[in-house]
């Protein structure tokens, strides 16, 4: 049995705090099938698609029948581990800071032999269950861990290199007025986050929930007006050092499209809130985080965004909504890049219409608010970059990948 | 008036003789605005974005770019805010006449009032007995209603409930009164809006802005230092920003007021 993790002492301020390193990272083409895979938390193997051989590493042809159909397919994640062996004194820097590393040879059920970084509990001649994860440099890796339950199973220290679990840690939650903001607040202590800080932008506005909220142990409500550079800037100043996973719950939804709105004020605020608010938080609270990868048990792990699935393909009837979310998106990927140094993932939910006032006249199903928070903490537990949270948006994006034209045509109704 | 007359009163006030009272707050980006239900278009908070800071953006020098609605912050309500006052000539900040920016004011105290009811309403008999005491409102005066509601901090300023805010205001009967019967210039309150916080239920709906600017007058809200104007004497110095065909503006009030 591993030993559970133990509360982090606070800093010491004569220790130089380390800096992140990150694992290799040259990755061919091909293998970027895994790194998909990975970041929405599928296990998919190559699987030739003339003679049924699935096949790893990642490879242009099929090494049984030479077949170059080689499509990446979900594949069953159980295997056995033939051997493992321990790292002591490896050349690279990242795991020389962190051996005794284990790694093992996994015999998959449905055929290959893979290289699999190991959790503390898998054993030699055991089943093991396998996933891609995302290691701290973006890549996918392979991961066996054993194939049941086990005590404290996600303090395993190579597992939580993957993941960026919330235990421990430090939560910023940037809109407390919304009811996912609130949700999360929830999720996020019950998953066992030290604090959880929560924005709220004037607080002279009452709102729903705000006693529910001041009243919850482990929960600090700060003020934070994202629109507002010095805002954004000034809550840094006091608790940007001790942001560990940030979580933007940024909700500003109004319908309409171009043609049926007058003039850009209303999409002004759309992108004050949602696009300029980003930049304002990434620009205060990122280089810190970035900086603070490799900062013990209470590392800064994660960036989460919820975005609308409709920032994938306009939904005309929140055409202008939906614009600022592809908005969103896009500087999401960039962000995704400027703290990768840090090995800090930035995470994308997106969801559907959620069950919220402003969504009042979509016809069902919605999300509800406390699925999306649950949805954080598992995206979180398992180190995911990518999440579709409830049937509209996991529709949206098959039928997206399926052919863009016609969801174009649909969406437009 | 000869020019040493205003050349005496430069003096005056470099002397200190007579006081320059700032009857502003500071246009920041926390500063409550006006709630409306949220799914009409919002007025803008204070937006300061900076430029440089002696920084690679701009070595030597520090400015930012700044946005705001024209009715965020201390500010001023020109006739063309108001429907009633649509129609009327020279009706926007950019066309009133000059020599309206700069009037004498009556300031009546309600402070006990307010202190007593959030929702109070100035009424005829309220500002009768200040006449009694002070004498009659002359034409082309403002008239400041004091309430100290500017001491407050944010969130009993804007004093929300889930039935709207709770501030004070004028009644109608007294606005209208004020408009036909004292001819004043305008109307300055320290609240967000000339008007009380539930003046939507009144008759007409929010009487200030529809007196006054049907009248071609003006509005002054969100002011401060109201405490230090005496209720007869003080010049008030408002001059909106010349927005092309704005409906008022964020501003600089100031008042002079004779310290003898």
């Known amino acids: 049995m591993i030993d559970p993790i133990r509360p982090p002492k606070r800093k010491n301020p004569l220790l130089r705090t380390r800096l992140p390193t990150s694992p290799p990272k040259p990755r061919s083409r091909k293998s970027h099938g895994f790194t998909r895979a990975a970041a929405e938390g599928r296990f998919m193997l190559q699987c030739c698609e003339s003679c049924g051989t699935f096949c790893y590493p990642a490879r242009e042809a099929c090494p049984s029948c030479l077949s170059f159909g080689l499509a990446f397919v979900d594949a069953p994640r159980r295997g056995t581990l033939l051997a493992e062996t321990t790292g002591r004194v490896p050349s690279d820097v990242y795991f020389r800071e962190r051996t005794p590393w284990r790694v093992g040879l996994v015999k998959m059920d449905c055929g290959p032999t893979v290289v699999a970084h190991l959790h503390a509990e898998c054993a030699e001649g055991a089943p093991v269950r396998m996933s891609f994860q995302l290691d701290k440099g973006g890549q996918a890796v392979a991961f066996a861990r054993p194939e049941g339950e086990t005590p404290n199973m996600a303090d395993d220290k190579q597992w939580r290199e993957m993941t960026a679990d919330p235990k421990f840690r430090r939560v910023l939650v940037t809109n407390g007025r919304s009811m996912i903001g609130q949700e999360a607040v929830t999720a996020l202590k019950v998953a066992g986050a030290k604090t959880v800080f929560v924005g709220v932008a004037e607080p002279w506005r009452p709102f729903a929930g705000e006693k529910l909220l001041r009243g919850q142990d482990g929960v600090e409500i700060v003020p934070l007006d994202v629109a507002d550079e010095k805002s954004a800037a000034d809550l840094a100043a006091d608790i940007g050092g001790k942001v560990d996973i940030l979580v933007n719950t940024t909700e500003y939804v109004r319908s309409g499209g171009l043609l049926d709105r007058k003039g850009t004020s209303i999409a002004r605020d759309e992108i004050d809130q949602a696009y300029l608010g980003f930049i304002n938080l990434a620009q205060a609270f990122g280089p810190a985080m970035r900086m603070r990868g490799a900062d013990g048990i209470n590392n800064s792990v994660a960036w989460v965004n919820i975005l609308s699935v409709y920032s994938l393909a306009s939904w005309p009837a929140f055409g202008a909504y939906s614009a600022s979310q592809a908005a969103c998106l896009s500087l999401s990927h960039c962000l995704r890049a400027e703290l990768r140094p840090g090995g800090v993932k930035v995470v994308n939910l997106f969801t559907g219409p959620v069950d919220t006032e402003w969504f009042q006249t979509v016809p069902p199903p919605k999300v509800a608010p406390r699925a999306v928070a649950q949805a954080i903490v598992s995206a979180l537990r398992n180190g995911l970059e990518e999440m579709y949270v409830g049937d509209v948006a996991e529709e949206i994006r098959q039928r997206l990948a399926a052919n863009p034209k016609a969801l174009e045509r649909e969406l437009d109704r | ?260």
């Not at chain 2, 007294?174 to 008759?203: C, N, P």
């Open chain 2, 1 to 260: 008036m000869d020019s040493s007359s205003l050349l005496e009163l430069a003096g005056a006030i470099s002397s200190g003789e007579v006081r320059v009272i700032d009857l502003t707050f500071t246009l920041s980006p926390d500063f409550p605005v006006i709630v409306l239900p949220p799914e009409l278009a919002q007025a803008a908070p204070v937006r300061i974005q900076e430029v440089s800071r002696y920084d690679a953006r701009g070595p030597a020098w520090y400015w930012n770019n700044v946005s705001f609605c024209e009715h965020t912050g201390t500010h001023f309500d020109a006739p063309i805010h108001w429907y009633t006052g649509k129609n009327l000539a020279n009706n926007s900040v950019d066309t009133m006449p000059t020599r309206d920016m700069v009037a004498p004011a009556c300031v009546i105290d309600c402070s006990a009032e307010a202190a007593q009811d959030a929702d109070f309403l100035l009424t005829v008999p309220h500002v009768e007995a200040w006449e009694a005491r002070h004498g009659r409102i002359p034409e082309r005066h403002w008239v400041l209603l004091r309430t100290d509601w500017s001491k407050k901090g944010w969130r009993d300023y804007s004093n929300l409930g889930d039935d709207g805010a709770h501030t004070p205001g004028p009644s109608p009967a007294v606005m209208k009164w004020l408009v036909e019967e004292r001819g004043i210039i305008g109307f300055g309150t320290e609240t967000i809006g000339t008007d009380a916080g539930q003046a939507g239920h009144l008759d007409p709906p929010y009487p200030a802005h529809h007196f006054l600017h049907g009248a071609g007058r003006y509005g002054l809200q969100c002011l401060c230092n109201l405490d230090q104007l005496p209720a007869t004497g003080a010049i008030v110095i408002a001059t909106p920003l010349k927005i092309q065909n704005g409906s008022g503006s964020p501003l600089r009030v100031i008042a002079l007021v004779s310290s003898t």
